[in-house]
């Protein structure tokens, strides 16, 4: 039986739906029920515009009877009491409807979507012919969105900040009423019943539109910006010493970018280096059973994952320490598997969005590149992948070229899998824009670049010490974390202030993760206090029985801890419950109180 596609208008769009001449008006409208989100209820539908000829669902007549044929236009209107969205809030002051309820998005959004964002000019004293009060074209505030002023800017905004974006979605006379920032899907729509599945058949309604990538002309973040050097000079040493490349996770905030009109800042205060294995040439990432643990604590300490950085560098000359400059307009600036990574790390870390009818759109997760500069010495530059790029690698179409790294391979539909073409614009050696099918796909469409930065007045979430505590997973170099270590960098810290001394990411997240004393469960306190700043919570810590278990498993290894006669045997029942626990001096282990033999080895207390 021939099937006819029947368009209905609605004030979120038109939709098509596949029916058959014989379907009954009741049989239909629950395909448009269902195809629009309504309630059965919630809508009427007309043939007419002017709100004429209801199809309603009490009548027992054909399409064919009411003379609706193939590719006929009909139009929905919500009633009053019931919509696509029943349980939708009310609008905000952009005058724009959430699709999700109950989406909470992250408090710089909150911040943002809540300020007035325009940009505001003083009187030119030549153009500007009326009185202090008044305003003209030469000093009326301009949108945050306004391309001429972003591209005075020095340096030139490319991209402008997403909220600057929303701002020019829901501007005009509408208020942004019907605005909704769906998500690009290249996967077949599933619940399609008028043929047979992929490879079998495919219809309209189900088939993904095809993709035409254009330049994102927005952006997510802004600026990423490290707190300070010493961040970065840290995560740079594994390179100087191995001369192998190194991964790992930027912990920070989303804060305001104070630069550009409505722009949003990752600042970055500490890298967590996961399990890898690095070569002068390629990075390989191991399972890391600790990375749950390391974004909760990360979580109290008032931080998040921001972003990942990798290092491409080559040294050119050792003499000199200068680097090779090997990213450029000539070469690539992210190769094509390095977009594929950084788009997965995207869709794993979505942006929290109630303008869209998912919940999330896009991303705000950055990609961060230690390589060199055009004056050879080491540069941190920034970038994102578009949310087009985003969707090719969510429903697996992108691949890289084995022997090109800037080109990227859009796949092509195979039994298992439909592609959608994907295209994109280039101009010939007559200067003609043409459209090419991505196979190959230059990157560069792909990419949004960001700018790094360090502040001209460092910050320290973290302290910092001349002796800091080793970085994990740095075993290769001979840097371990253990009591060893910790009593060294106890023994050789200096300073008075018990907050200063513990305040060190690394040391934190040992405390928590060893396997001899893990403090996971009481060590809320310490976090609290690090978190605030607050050195009186860091002191009451200090004197719970962990740490005093703590400082006595240090003393074991032969390192004499400054203080530790605070809690010496008369100092506290802290540290003396803590000093029974004893390290078998033939396997190490570490014994309960009580214990006259090795739990572990069975051999006799020395």
């Not at 596609?5 to 014989?22: H, Y």
């Not at 008044?134 to 997403?162: A, I, R, T």
């Amino acid at each position: 039986m021939a099937l006819s596609i029947i368009r209905v208008q609605s004030p979120d769009g038109v939709k098509r739906i596949t029916a058959t001449k014989r379907e009954t008006a009741a049989a239909f409208l629950k395909k448009v029920a269902k195809e629009f989100g309504f309630q059965n209820n919630g809508f009427s539908v007309y043939i007419n515009r002017n709100k004429t000829g209801e199809i309603t669902a009490s009548s027992s007549k054909s399409l064919h009877l009411l003379k609706i044929k193939h590719g006929d236009l009909l139009f929905l209107f919500p009633s009053s009491l019931a919509g696509p969205s029943s349980e939708m809030e009310t609008s905000t002051s952009l005058g724009v409807k959430p699709f999700i309820p109950n989406v909470v998005e992250d408090e710089i959004d909150q911040y943002l979507s809540k300020q007035d964002g325009k940009i505001y000019r003083g009187r030119d004293p030549q153009l500007c012919r009326h009185g202090p009060l008044g305003k003209c074209v030469h000093c009326v505030p301009l949108e945050p969105f306004d391309e001429d002023y972003l591209n005075h800017l020095e340096p030139p905004v490319k991209h402008m900040s997403f909220h600057a974006y929303i701002r020019k979605l829901t501007g005009g006379a509408d208020k942004g009423k019907f605005v909704a920032l769906e998500n690009i899907s290249c996967k077949i729509k599933s619940g399609c019943e008028g043929h047979l599945p992929w490879p079998n058949g495919i219809c309209t309604k189900c088939q993904p539109s095809a993709i035409t990538l254009n330049r994102q002309k927005y952006r997510h973040v802004d600026n990423i910006m490290f707190e300070n050097h010493t961040v970065a000079d840290r995560f740079l040493d594994f390179w100087r010493k191995t001369g192998n490349q190194h991964f790992g996770y930027l912990y920070g905030r989303y804060t305001e970018h104070k630069d550009i009109p409505l722009g949003i800042r990752a600042e970055v205060a500490a890298i967590y280096e996961p399990p890898q294995i690095g070569t002068q040439n390629s990075l390989e990432l191991l399972e890391d059973p600790k990375a749950e643990v390391v974004d909760e604590i990360a979580a109290k300490l008032g931080l998040r994952k921001v972003g990942w950085i990798f290092t491409d560098l080559i040294s050119e000359d050792t003499r000199k320490g200068t680097v090779r400059y090997s990213r450029n307009k000539d070469t690539y600036f992210l190769s094509a598997e390095e977009c594929i990574t950084a788009g997965d790390f995207q869709n794993k870390h979505p942006n929290i969005c109630r303008l869209s009818p998912d919940g999330h759109f896009g991303s705000k997760f950055v990609t961060t590149v230690a390589t060199g500069g055009p004056d050879n010495q080491v540069h941190f530059e920034g970038y994102q992948v578009s949310n087009q790029c985003m969707a090719l690698v969510r429903d697996e179409c992108l691949l890289p070229c084995k022997d090109a790294p800037e080109l990227g391979y859009a796949k092509e539909s195979s039994s298992e899998q439909y592609v959608p073409d994907v295209f994109y614009k280039d101009i010939d050696k007559f200067g003609n824009e043409i459209t090419q099918l991505a196979r190959p796909l230059p990157v560069e469409y792909l990419i949004i670049d960001i700018t790094t930065t360090f502040p001209k007045d460092p910050v320290y979430t973290f302290s910092i010490s001349q002796n800091p505590f080793p970085i994990e997973n740095r075993d290769v170099l001979g840097e371990t974390q253990d009591f060893h270590s910790l009593a060294t960098y106890l023994s050789q810290n200096s300073s008075s202030v018990f907050l200063d001394t513990v305040s060190d990411f690394h040391l934190l997240l040992f405390l928590v993760t060893n396997e001899v004393m893990p403090l996971q469960d009481s060590i809320s306190l310490l976090l609290e206090a690090v978190r605030t700043r607050n050195e009186e919570l860091a002191q009451t810590w200090k004197k719970s029985e962990q740490w005093a278990t703590i400082e006595q498993l240090c003393s074991t290894v032969g390192v004499q801890l400054p203080g530790l006669h605070e809690y010496g045997a008369v100092g506290g029942s802290a540290h003396t419950a803590a000093a029974a626990v004893w390290a078998c001096q033939h396997c190490t282990f570490m014994n309960q109180p009580g214990t006259g033999h090795c739990e572990m080895c069975s051999l006799p207390r020395t």
